[in-house]
């Protein structure tokens, strides 16, 4: 079946940086495009990140420039790699499968792990 599994997160003071994992199962990564979305407390999920299965990327607005994200087919793994943290980044962090290969809408979903900013 279809798994998402999460690894990285974690508290890191403001400024600092944070790498975060996921690792999918069940499918082929190369056909679809994978996305981090996250959820602040008492906030709707926001997408933050996304890469088709070419490679080509989209960030939101407050995290470009600052994140990155990147995939590994031959690994079975898609980063994100968030630089220069800010307290207002804090929040759980998902990756999520898109409903093909360049879409940034997701059906399968990891099981979040957590961002702390706080000095």
């Known amino acids: 079946q279809v798994q998402l599994v999460q690894s990285g997160g974690g508290l890191v003071q403001p400024g600092g940086s944070l790498r975060l994992s996921c690792a999918a199962s069940?499918?082929?990564?190369?056909?679809?495009?994978i996305g981090w979305v996250r959820q602040a407390p008492g906030k709707e999920r926001e997408g933050v990140s996304c890469i088709s299965s070419e490679g080509s990327t989209y960030y939101d607005s407050p995290v470009k420039g600052r994140f990155t994200i990147s995939r590994d087919n031959a690994k079975n793994t898609v980063y994100l790699q968030m630089n220069s943290l800010k307290p207002e980044d804090e929040a759980v962090y998902y990756c999520a499968r898109g409903i093909g290969a360049h879409a940034c809408e997701y059906d399968y979903w990891g099981q979040g792990t957590q961002v702390t900013v706080s000095s």
């Open positions: 069940g499918f082929t990564l190369d056909d679809y495009a």
